[in-house]
């Protein structure tokens, strides 16, 4: 997982949910959280996980509010499902 916030003035802190389904709903898996200072770059980048989610659901990276118009924000995921042999 990956997550980055810049921009050009202070902003509030933007909280980042990994979901167990679509985007507001389903249980929260990961909480990352970053303060926007001016004209400057944070990010969180962890790897090395293995967060099991429902068979059949989806898996979504979210913010819990947009952004301040002054700023940017980029996430990244990977991941992989599982198969199970009968």
Not at 51 to 73: D, F, H, M, R
Request: charged share 10%.
């Amino acid at each position: 997982i990956t997550c980055c916030l810049e921009g050009a003035a202070n902003a509030p802190a933007l909280i980042f949910q990994l979901r167990d389904s679509t985007t507001g709903a389903g249980n929260v898996l990961w909480t990352g959280k970053l303060c926007n200072v001016a004209n400057e770059s944070e990010s969180i980048q962890i790897g090395g996980l293995n967060i099991g989610g429902v068979k059949g659901q989806a898996v979504t990276l979210e913010t819990t509010a947009a952004p301040a118009a002054s700023s940017s924000v980029t996430v990244a995921m990977t991941g992989y499902t599982e198969r199970q042999v009968v």
